[in-house]
């Protein structure tokens, strides 16, 4: 039976890019493709920026340095953007999109800044746009929001959504080392930018918690600053302590309804209890925790960066386009509900770990103690550490509000027996 | 805009069924399952064994005691099968598929014995037939092995599939109960049935492999009989010995692709390392872990039962449905590949765990190591504890072909020193 042919034109050939080229030329995995994708997928132009330099598993007959006239008009079916960046991808992207060329993206920041835009013109013009491999690499969290909990009510999702953040958090946890130390070693293994402050500030994460929540609650991706903590301050005595009291430290990305109405998105973190499912999730892996008011809670884990895991997610995402093709139809982009109000992040609550240091003389406790009380924030345990003139204090608190917890630390700051202040973390309550 | 509606029938309201219909009927979910169907799903009818029987949730305008008529000649276009067990289901889902109605099942038996035979009666009557809630509850994982992972080459597959042998090695494990009591615990809880072979002997996981494997590797669902182990033989002491040496001992069914022609599906408890993510699925959970060629390691967790999350699945299969039944197409079923060849479990290798109850006396190790080398199963560790005229002798091999081992525990079995072989289990290797 002769099947129809769906015409794919690549845009980046780095680790994901070559992989993926890798994948849809590999002659053993033919029947297994046109079966999956009900039909034949012909890769028929790699856009690169150097198009003289050599890309091993890339043939050079498909190699162009002209991503503009591929996106523009090139004779294809479905657009792959594995380039990066907000630009050029989201002008090429815009122009295949708006000549009804599917595209299928890696694009994290970009679809966080522009996704229910770029969805919608996608929509308007008869094509699809998938994005599967932003969020969680290989982990195809995505499509299992966008259809097998389609009909759910999601409470919360909480994700472990950069690979180099829990690389480094495992490093201080497994192999007792500093934060210092444990980046150096990411660093040295290609886990980590020589500059980290994408992936160790959080902005990483907030990018991908954006687009979860637009899928979990139907939020409009749009450009949107979201509360942001990253993971510099946690330093070893905090893991150790978290680790003695039956928890790992882990950065979160959690977007969660408050009420009929409320919705917040932040990335914070925070301590985990060992038997929670997100505590297994070890090194660079990722995983994505959805809380369903029927379903319960469900979990999916893998590997959330590198060229073969990711390109898998962009292949599942060109299969998806390519059987839209063939059937003359497209997904229809999620419903956006903007009906829920973002609530400021000092009106969350939350149980907080908090550490300082301080001179260890009579009265110190109580001054800090009282500190605490005036903020209406309740202790649930405090432990005591450190002998001779110095001590550090550590607090666990009952649930408060963020907004009281600040103005208690930023008061704790100002009293004389407080030599410093440590970490001020969250702690997350069971989940499985 | 007026939307098409989707006429839904339902077999069975059971916790599965009545938790579906009311999720069905729920009012404030109306809106976000229109657009996930792109349609109004109406339910016409309920079938039940008994409609006189009051079911909560069920509006008795919809209750009917009339089955076949119902899948024979119902006026609808899904029909949802939540009754299980082989008859009538089989002829009432055969019913409908023959007229072009699509069909959502649960029922786990059903397609481990027939789920060919009918995924291909629905392709030759323009329907689909989808079930994910056969295995994993509201674990999504067969669209996933159908969507994200249709081109991914899958090495192995291993599910903690059985939330009742799950819950009662959890709590021999962390209760430190022997396994009567565990059983007794599950079966007061409503985890385990009063007669618990099902669950407990794996032939509940062995239906669950078979359809993993039929959406992993392409092989054909009739009716197989596998190798299959069960968990009544796991003492306390296995436990315990397995949690000090770093393990944990699970229920797992697994579907393993050897070389390049090879297959092989089994049922066995098997200690697991505590770092691997199979670990961390405690209780009831269910998980379903699979190693890709090029995505690497995956893994889907989530509560493997119950009548809400049951539910869940069913409404995501449905949903599917009736945006294809308003497309007008219909999935088509996966491949088969019966080209792999099924490897005969005496064939297979693994790293086993062996404990032994002997006579304490001089020449009793070296009669048994003896024994081990007979059949070529090389011990890769060995542990002796009790005192006096009794000791156990627990031994870790190396990887060793399981005829073999079964021969070393038969001969040992004759040793006149062995007083009584205890567990015999399987030690997998680490994932993630």
């Given at each position: 039976m002769a099947i129809p042919t769906v015409r794919v034109g690549v845009i980046g050939a780095g680790n994901v890019g070559a992989a993926l080229v890798a994948l849809l030329l590999d002659p053993t995995r033919r029947v297994a493709l046109e079966d999956a994708a009900t039909a034949s997928l012909e890769v028929v132009a790699v856009a690169v920026n150097d198009p003289t330099k050599p890309r091993p598993g890339v043939p050079a007959a498909l190699v162009?340095?002209?991503?503009?006239?591929?996106?523009?008009?090139?004779?294809?079916?479905?657009?792959?953007?594995?380039?990066?960046?907000?630009?050029?991808?989201?002008?090429?992207?815009?122009?295949?999109l708006r000549r009804g060329v599917s595209v299928v993206t890696a694009n994290k920041a970009l679809m966080a800044q522009r996704g229910t835009e770029l969805a919608r013109l996608a929509h308007a013009h008869g094509a699809d746009l998938f994005y599967e491999a932003a969020v969680g690499g290989a982990v195809p969290i995505l499509r299992a929001l966008r259809t097998s909990l389609a009909g759910e009510r999601i409470e919360r999702v909480i994700g472990i959504v950069n690979g180099t953040t829990n690389f480094i958090l495992s490093k201080m946890t497994d192999?007792?080392?500093?934060?210092?130390?444990a980046l150096a070693e990411a660093?040295?293994?290609?886990?980590?930018?020589?500059?980290?402050?994408?992936?160790?500030?959080?902005?990483?994460?907030?990018?991908?918690?954006?687009?979860?929540a637009s899928l979990a609650f139907g939020t409009e991706l749009r450009d949107e600053t979201i509360s942001r903590e990253g993971i510099s301050s946690v330093r070893?005595?905090?893991?150790?302590?978290?680790?003695?009291?039956?928890?790992?430290?882990?950065?979160?990305?959690?977007?969660?309804?408050?009420?009929e109405h409320g919705l917040s998105r932040s990335v914070y973190p925070a301590l985990v209890p060992v038997d929670h499912p997100l505590a297994a999730v070890h090194g660079a892996m990722n995983a994505v925790f959805v809380e369903g008011t029927v379903a319960g809670p469900l979990m999916w884990l893998g590997p959330g960066a590198g060229g073969g895991p990711t390109a898998?997610?962009?292949?599942?995402?060109?299969?998806?386009?390519?059987?839209?093709?063939?059937?003359?139809?497209?997904?229809?982009?999620?419903?956006?509900?903007?009906?829920?109000?973002?609530?400021?992040?000092g009106e969350l609550s939350s149980v907080y770990y908090v550490s300082l240091d301080v001179v260890d003389q009579p009265g110190v406790l109580a001054a800090v103690a009282g500190t605490f009380a005036r903020h209406h924030v309740?202790?649930?345990?405090?432990?005591?550490?450190?002998?001779?003139?110095?001590?550090?204090?550590?607090?666990?608190?009952?649930?408060a509000r963020e907004a009281d917890m600040a103005a208690t630390v930023a008061e704790l700051a100002t009293l004389e027996a407080v030599d410093s202040i440590g970490a001020r973390l969250r702690v997350i309550d069971g989940g499985a």
């Open positions: 162009t340095g002209d991503a503009a006239a591929l996106a523009q008009h090139g004779d294809i079916d479905v657009l792959v953007e594995v380039a990066g960046g907000l630009a050029p991808a989201g002008d090429l992207i815009e122009a295949a192999g007792g080392l500093d934060y210092d130390a660093q040295e293994r290609g886990f980590a930018e020589a500059d980290p402050r994408a992936d160790v500030e959080g902005f990483d994460a907030a990018a991908k918690v954006l687009i979860l070893a005595f905090d893991v150790d302590f978290a680790r003695k009291a039956g928890y790992v430290i882990k950065l979160l990305a959690v977007a969660q309804r408050h009420g898998t997610a962009v292949l599942g995402d060109i299969l998806d386009a390519a059987r839209n093709r063939v059937a003359q139809r497209h997904d229809v982009p999620f419903l956006v509900d903007d009906t829920l109000e973002r609530v400021p992040a309740s202790i649930q345990s405090m432990e005591q550490s450190g002998v001779g003139e110095e001590a550090r204090l550590s607090f666990v608190t009952h649930h």
